[in-house]
Protein backbone atom coordinates (compact mmCIF):
# COMPACT_ATOMS: atom_id res chain seq x y z
CA UNK A 1 0.00 0.00 0.00
CA UNK A 2 1.38 3.44 -0.66
CA UNK A 3 -0.13 6.57 0.18
CA UNK A 4 0.76 10.22 -0.99
CA UNK A 5 -0.37 13.53 0.87
CA UNK A 6 -0.14 16.75 0.08
CA UNK A 7 0.16 19.75 2.03
CA UNK A 8 0.26 23.43 1.22
CA UNK A 9 -2.57 24.78 -0.66
CA UNK A 10 -4.19 27.92 0.23
CA UNK A 11 -5.75 31.39 -0.73
CA UNK A 12 -3.13 33.56 -1.84
CA UNK A 13 -3.34 36.74 -3.63
CA UNK A 14 -1.95 37.89 -7.19
CA UNK A 15 1.59 38.11 -6.66
CA UNK A 16 2.18 35.83 -4.06
CA UNK A 17 3.44 32.60 -3.41
CA UNK A 18 2.90 29.18 -1.86
CA UNK A 19 4.94 26.02 -1.37
CA UNK A 20 3.16 22.81 -2.16
CA UNK A 21 4.58 19.51 -0.27
CA UNK A 22 3.75 15.77 -1.23
CA UNK A 23 5.39 12.94 0.82
CA UNK A 24 4.74 9.14 0.09
CA UNK A 25 4.89 6.40 2.44
CA UNK A 26 3.90 2.82 2.81
CA UNK A 27 5.48 0.14 0.58
CA UNK A 28 8.47 1.76 -1.74
CA UNK A 29 11.48 0.53 -3.14
CA UNK A 30 11.84 2.93 -5.49
CA UNK A 31 10.87 6.81 -7.10
CA UNK A 32 11.18 6.84 -10.72
CA UNK A 33 9.49 10.44 -11.52
CA UNK A 34 7.21 12.63 -9.52
CA UNK A 35 5.24 15.51 -10.90
CA UNK A 36 2.57 18.02 -10.04
CA UNK A 37 -0.77 18.51 -11.99
CA UNK A 38 -3.40 21.01 -11.58
CA UNK A 39 -7.41 20.99 -12.62
CA UNK A 40 -9.23 23.71 -12.65
CA UNK A 41 -13.11 23.61 -12.83
CA UNK A 42 -14.96 23.02 -15.99
CA UNK A 43 -11.19 21.89 -17.45
CA UNK A 44 -9.16 19.05 -18.08
CA UNK A 45 -6.77 18.09 -15.45
CA UNK A 46 -2.99 18.96 -16.87
CA UNK A 47 0.58 18.72 -16.04
CA UNK A 48 2.22 21.42 -14.28
CA UNK A 49 5.78 20.14 -13.57
CA UNK A 50 7.78 16.67 -13.60
CA UNK A 51 10.72 15.73 -12.07
CA UNK A 52 12.77 12.27 -13.20
CA UNK A 53 14.95 10.12 -10.89
CA UNK A 54 18.41 10.85 -10.58
CA UNK A 55 19.54 12.08 -7.23
CA UNK A 56 17.85 15.31 -5.88
CA UNK A 57 18.96 16.91 -9.23
CA UNK A 58 16.31 15.00 -11.50
CA UNK A 59 15.98 16.77 -15.18
CA UNK A 60 12.80 19.27 -14.92
CA UNK A 61 10.09 19.68 -17.14
CA UNK A 62 7.75 22.46 -16.98
CA UNK A 63 4.13 23.69 -18.58
CA UNK A 64 5.02 26.76 -20.62
CA UNK A 65 2.40 28.85 -18.36
CA UNK A 66 4.56 28.34 -15.38
CA UNK A 67 8.23 27.92 -16.43
CA UNK A 68 10.34 30.88 -14.44
CA UNK A 69 7.58 31.12 -12.16
CA UNK A 70 7.19 27.24 -10.36
CA UNK A 71 10.35 25.16 -9.26
CA UNK A 72 9.73 21.78 -8.59
CA UNK A 73 12.29 19.76 -6.36
CA UNK A 74 12.08 16.13 -4.64
CA UNK A 75 13.74 15.08 -1.17
CA UNK A 76 15.00 11.61 -2.17
CA UNK A 77 15.47 10.36 1.70
CA UNK A 78 11.39 11.80 2.74
CA UNK A 79 10.22 10.45 -0.73
CA UNK A 80 9.00 14.03 -1.08
CA UNK A 81 8.11 16.41 -4.02
CA UNK A 82 8.49 20.49 -3.69
CA UNK A 83 6.24 22.58 -5.87
CA UNK A 84 7.53 26.61 -5.11
CA UNK A 85 5.32 28.68 -6.67
CA UNK A 86 6.17 32.35 -7.08
CA UNK A 87 4.55 35.38 -8.77
CA UNK A 88 1.31 33.49 -8.53
CA UNK A 89 -1.85 34.49 -11.02
CA UNK A 90 -5.57 34.40 -10.54
CA UNK A 91 -5.28 31.55 -13.63
CA UNK A 92 -3.21 29.70 -11.14
CA UNK A 93 -6.24 29.03 -8.98
CA UNK A 94 -7.04 25.36 -9.38
CA UNK A 95 -6.82 21.48 -7.56
CA UNK A 96 -2.80 20.87 -7.50
CA UNK A 97 -2.58 16.80 -7.52
CA UNK A 98 0.66 15.04 -7.02
CA UNK A 99 1.81 12.30 -8.89
CA UNK A 100 4.29 9.73 -8.49
CA UNK A 101 5.77 6.73 -10.39
CA UNK A 102 6.87 4.02 -8.19
CA UNK A 103 8.77 0.75 -7.82
CA UNK A 104 7.24 -1.25 -4.83
CA UNK A 105 9.38 -3.88 -4.49
CA UNK A 106 12.99 -4.89 -5.87
CA UNK A 107 11.80 -8.43 -6.91
CA UNK A 108 9.70 -7.16 -9.17
CA UNK A 109 10.70 -4.54 -11.65
CA UNK A 110 6.83 -2.69 -11.96
CA UNK A 111 6.20 0.70 -11.86
CA UNK A 112 3.05 2.27 -10.93
CA UNK A 113 1.25 5.19 -11.05
CA UNK A 114 -0.25 7.32 -7.83
CA UNK A 115 -1.54 10.02 -7.47
CA UNK A 116 -2.38 12.17 -3.91
CA UNK A 117 -5.74 13.66 -2.55
CA UNK A 118 -5.23 17.50 -4.47
CA UNK A 119 -4.81 20.45 -2.63
CA UNK A 120 -6.81 23.58 -3.57
CA UNK A 121 -5.27 26.54 -4.35
CA UNK A 122 -7.20 29.54 -4.87
CA UNK A 123 -5.20 33.00 -6.35
CA UNK A 124 -7.71 35.98 -5.40
CA UNK A 125 -6.98 39.35 -7.98
Known amino acids: QVQLVESGGGLVQAGGSLRLSCAASGSIFSIKAMGWYRQAPGKQRELVAT??????????NYATSVKGRFTISRDNAKNTVYLQMNSLKPEDTAVYYC????????????????WGQGTQVTVSS
Open 99 to 114: NMAIQRSNAAPYVYSY
Open 51 to 60: IASGGSDGST
